[in-house]
Protein backbone atom coordinates (compact mmCIF):
# COMPACT_ATOMS: atom_id res chain seq x y z
CA UNK A 1 0.00 0.00 0.00
CA UNK A 2 1.15 3.46 -0.85
CA UNK A 3 -0.01 5.09 2.01
CA UNK A 4 -1.57 8.09 2.72
CA UNK A 5 -0.92 10.52 -0.04
CA UNK A 6 -1.77 14.08 -0.23
CA UNK A 7 -1.26 16.65 -2.59
CA UNK A 8 0.34 19.25 -3.35
CA UNK A 9 2.74 18.43 -1.20
CA UNK A 10 3.55 22.59 -1.31
CA UNK A 11 1.61 25.05 -2.23
CA UNK A 12 2.26 28.76 -2.38
CA UNK A 13 -0.25 31.40 -2.69
CA UNK A 14 -1.47 34.99 -2.33
CA UNK A 15 -4.25 36.11 0.92
CA UNK A 16 -7.56 36.16 -0.76
CA UNK A 17 -6.78 33.18 -3.11
CA UNK A 18 -8.75 29.96 -2.74
CA UNK A 19 -6.67 27.07 -1.79
CA UNK A 20 -7.73 23.10 -2.33
CA UNK A 21 -5.35 20.35 -0.23
CA UNK A 22 -6.47 16.91 -1.21
CA UNK A 23 -5.72 13.17 0.52
CA UNK A 24 -6.26 9.96 -0.59
CA UNK A 25 -6.49 8.00 2.36
CA UNK A 26 -5.51 4.35 3.07
CA UNK A 27 -7.65 1.77 1.39
CA UNK A 28 -9.98 0.18 4.30
CA UNK A 29 -10.06 2.85 6.79
CA UNK A 30 -13.14 4.27 7.76
CA UNK A 31 -11.62 7.49 9.53
CA UNK A 32 -10.15 10.08 8.18
CA UNK A 33 -8.56 13.24 9.57
CA UNK A 34 -7.60 17.03 8.79
CA UNK A 35 -4.85 18.28 11.33
CA UNK A 36 -2.47 21.80 10.80
CA UNK A 37 0.78 21.95 12.71
CA UNK A 38 2.54 25.53 13.24
CA UNK A 39 5.66 25.69 15.31
CA UNK A 40 3.09 28.08 17.62
CA UNK A 41 0.21 25.76 18.05
CA UNK A 42 1.81 22.09 17.49
CA UNK A 43 -0.75 19.27 15.89
CA UNK A 44 -4.02 20.99 15.85
CA UNK A 45 -7.44 18.06 14.61
CA UNK A 46 -9.41 20.27 12.36
CA UNK A 47 -12.04 18.18 11.44
CA UNK A 48 -12.45 14.43 11.22
CA UNK A 49 -14.84 12.05 9.29
CA UNK A 50 -16.18 8.36 9.70
CA UNK A 51 -17.41 6.32 6.80
CA UNK A 52 -17.52 9.65 4.76
CA UNK A 53 -19.51 11.30 7.45
CA UNK A 54 -17.94 14.77 9.52
CA UNK A 55 -18.16 13.95 12.58
CA UNK A 56 -16.21 16.71 14.40
CA UNK A 57 -15.62 19.91 13.05
CA UNK A 58 -15.30 21.92 16.00
CA UNK A 59 -11.43 22.47 14.99
CA UNK A 60 -11.82 24.00 12.01
CA UNK A 61 -10.90 27.67 12.73
CA UNK A 62 -13.74 29.27 10.70
CA UNK A 63 -15.63 29.48 8.11
CA UNK A 64 -13.12 30.12 5.72
CA UNK A 65 -12.37 26.27 5.82
CA UNK A 66 -14.20 23.63 4.62
CA UNK A 67 -13.91 19.68 4.29
CA UNK A 68 -15.79 17.18 2.01
CA UNK A 69 -15.78 13.29 1.93
CA UNK A 70 -17.11 12.50 -1.06
CA UNK A 71 -16.26 9.12 -1.11
CA UNK A 72 -14.45 6.47 1.04
CA UNK A 73 -11.22 7.16 -1.47
CA UNK A 74 -10.82 11.28 -1.37
CA UNK A 75 -11.16 14.06 0.72
CA UNK A 76 -10.84 17.53 0.36
CA UNK A 77 -9.95 20.78 2.51
CA UNK A 78 -10.62 24.29 1.29
CA UNK A 79 -9.57 27.57 2.39
CA UNK A 80 -11.53 30.55 0.83
CA UNK A 81 -10.00 33.37 1.09
CA UNK A 82 -6.71 32.28 2.01
CA UNK A 83 -4.81 34.82 4.83
CA UNK A 84 -1.02 34.59 5.46
CA UNK A 85 -1.95 32.78 9.51
CA UNK A 86 -3.35 30.00 7.98
CA UNK A 87 0.67 29.07 6.40
CA UNK A 88 1.17 25.86 8.12
CA UNK A 89 1.22 22.20 7.16
CA UNK A 90 -1.35 20.14 7.12
CA UNK A 91 -1.50 16.55 7.04
CA UNK A 92 -4.17 14.22 6.59
CA UNK A 93 -4.39 10.75 8.35
CA UNK A 94 -6.15 7.93 8.38
CA UNK A 95 -7.22 4.91 10.52
CA UNK A 96 -8.97 1.85 11.28
CA UNK A 97 -8.49 0.61 14.21
CA UNK A 98 -6.18 2.53 16.83
CA UNK A 99 -3.15 3.81 15.32
CA UNK A 100 -3.80 6.65 13.07
CA UNK A 101 -1.65 6.96 9.50
CA UNK A 102 -0.30 10.21 8.25
CA UNK A 103 0.47 11.50 4.81
CA UNK A 104 3.52 13.41 4.25
CA UNK A 105 1.80 16.68 4.59
CA UNK A 106 1.03 20.15 2.38
CA UNK A 107 3.21 23.29 3.33
CA UNK A 108 0.96 25.68 2.90
CA UNK A 109 2.25 29.37 2.60
CA UNK A 110 -0.12 32.29 1.76
CA UNK A 111 1.92 35.41 0.89
CA UNK B 1 -4.02 25.13 30.72
CA UNK B 2 -3.84 22.91 27.60
CA UNK B 3 -4.76 19.33 28.04
CA UNK B 4 -1.32 17.79 27.39
CA UNK B 5 1.75 19.81 28.18
CA UNK B 6 5.58 19.26 26.12
CA UNK B 7 8.57 21.15 26.22
CA UNK B 8 8.74 21.94 22.71
CA UNK B 9 12.92 21.74 23.21
CA UNK B 10 15.23 21.61 21.29
CA UNK B 11 16.81 18.90 23.54
CA UNK B 12 20.36 18.36 22.08
CA UNK B 13 22.53 15.06 23.23
CA UNK B 14 26.02 13.44 22.32
CA UNK B 15 25.46 10.24 20.84
CA UNK B 16 24.73 7.59 22.61
CA UNK B 17 23.83 9.39 25.46
CA UNK B 18 19.71 7.96 27.41
CA UNK B 19 17.48 10.50 26.44
CA UNK B 20 13.89 11.33 28.67
CA UNK B 21 11.04 12.81 27.03
CA UNK B 22 8.36 14.10 29.05
CA UNK B 23 4.85 15.18 29.32
CA UNK B 24 2.25 15.79 31.65
CA UNK B 25 -1.50 15.68 31.00
CA UNK B 26 -4.55 17.17 32.78
CA UNK B 27 -7.36 14.41 32.03
CA UNK B 28 -7.98 11.89 34.29
CA UNK B 29 -10.10 9.43 31.37
CA UNK B 30 -6.86 9.09 29.32
CA UNK B 31 -6.08 5.32 29.53
CA UNK B 32 -3.87 5.43 26.17
CA UNK B 33 -0.76 6.45 25.99
CA UNK B 34 1.58 6.94 22.50
CA UNK B 35 4.80 8.43 21.50
CA UNK B 36 4.94 9.64 17.58
CA UNK B 37 8.29 10.31 16.00
CA UNK B 38 8.23 13.26 13.44
CA UNK B 39 11.02 13.22 10.95
CA UNK B 40 11.68 17.00 9.29
CA UNK B 41 9.03 17.50 6.60
CA UNK B 42 7.85 14.06 7.02
CA UNK B 43 4.22 13.28 8.88
CA UNK B 44 4.09 12.29 12.49
CA UNK B 45 4.39 8.11 13.03
CA UNK B 46 3.86 5.55 15.88
CA UNK B 47 6.42 4.81 17.66
CA UNK B 48 4.93 3.34 20.88
CA UNK B 49 1.86 2.67 22.79
CA UNK B 50 0.71 1.33 26.43
CA UNK B 51 -1.98 1.02 28.30
CA UNK B 52 -2.56 2.42 31.76
CA UNK B 53 -0.10 2.46 34.19
CA UNK B 54 3.29 0.82 33.72
CA UNK B 55 6.41 0.40 31.51
CA UNK B 56 6.97 -0.79 28.01
CA UNK B 57 9.96 -1.74 26.40
CA UNK B 58 10.86 -2.21 22.23
CA UNK B 59 14.78 -2.28 21.90
CA UNK B 60 16.06 1.07 22.68
CA UNK B 61 13.24 2.85 23.07
CA UNK B 62 11.37 2.51 27.08
CA UNK B 63 7.65 4.07 27.71
CA UNK B 64 6.90 4.82 31.16
CA UNK B 65 3.19 6.10 32.74
CA UNK B 66 2.79 7.07 35.82
CA UNK B 67 -1.35 7.73 35.68
CA UNK B 68 -1.03 8.85 39.46
CA UNK B 69 0.97 11.93 38.75
CA UNK B 70 -0.67 11.91 34.67
CA UNK B 71 3.03 11.63 33.27
CA UNK B 72 4.36 10.47 30.85
CA UNK B 73 7.81 9.23 29.70
CA UNK B 74 9.73 8.01 26.72
CA UNK B 75 13.53 6.68 27.42
CA UNK B 76 15.86 6.42 24.28
CA UNK B 77 19.01 4.36 24.98
CA UNK B 78 22.37 4.42 23.45
CA UNK B 79 21.09 7.88 21.10
CA UNK B 80 22.17 7.97 17.33
CA UNK B 81 21.78 10.69 15.47
CA UNK B 82 19.67 8.83 13.16
CA UNK B 83 16.85 9.24 16.39
CA UNK B 84 17.23 13.27 15.51
CA UNK B 85 13.41 13.98 15.12
CA UNK B 86 10.52 15.40 17.30
CA UNK B 87 8.92 13.39 19.09
CA UNK B 88 5.03 13.58 19.99
CA UNK B 89 3.18 12.04 22.55
CA UNK B 90 -0.44 11.77 22.43
CA UNK B 91 -3.44 9.92 24.01
CA UNK B 92 -6.80 9.27 24.09
CA UNK B 93 -9.66 7.63 26.21
CA UNK B 94 -10.63 4.52 23.82
CA UNK B 95 -7.92 2.99 21.18
CA UNK B 96 -10.45 2.19 18.69
CA UNK B 97 -14.14 3.47 17.81
CA UNK B 98 -15.70 7.38 17.70
CA UNK B 99 -14.18 8.46 21.04
CA UNK B 100 -10.68 7.15 19.89
CA UNK B 101 -9.48 10.62 18.98
CA UNK B 102 -5.94 11.58 20.55
CA UNK B 103 -4.77 14.68 22.31
CA UNK B 104 -1.47 15.34 21.16
CA UNK B 105 1.27 17.37 22.62
CA UNK B 106 3.07 19.82 20.84
CA UNK B 107 6.25 17.68 20.60
CA UNK B 108 9.76 17.79 21.70
CA UNK B 109 12.72 18.40 19.06
CA UNK B 110 15.92 16.21 19.54
CA UNK B 111 18.98 16.35 18.38
CA UNK B 112 21.71 13.70 18.28
CA UNK B 113 25.00 15.21 17.55
CA UNK B 114 27.84 12.37 16.41
Known amino acids: DAGVIQSPRHEVTEMGQEVTLRCKPI?????LFWYRQTMMRGLELLIY????????DSGMPEDRFSAKMPNASFSTLKIQPSEPRDSAVYFC?????????FGPGTRLTVL | QKEVEQDPGPLSVPEGAIVSLNCTYS??????FMWYRQYSRKGPELLMY????GNKEDGRFTAQVDKSSKYISLFIRDSQPSDSATYLCAMSGTLSGGSYIPTFGRGTSLIVHP
Open chain 2, 27 to 32: NSAFQY
Open chain 1, 49 to 56: FNNNVPID
Open chain 1, 93 to 101: ASSFVGEQF
Open chain 2, 50 to 53: TYSS
Open chain 1, 27 to 31: SGHDY
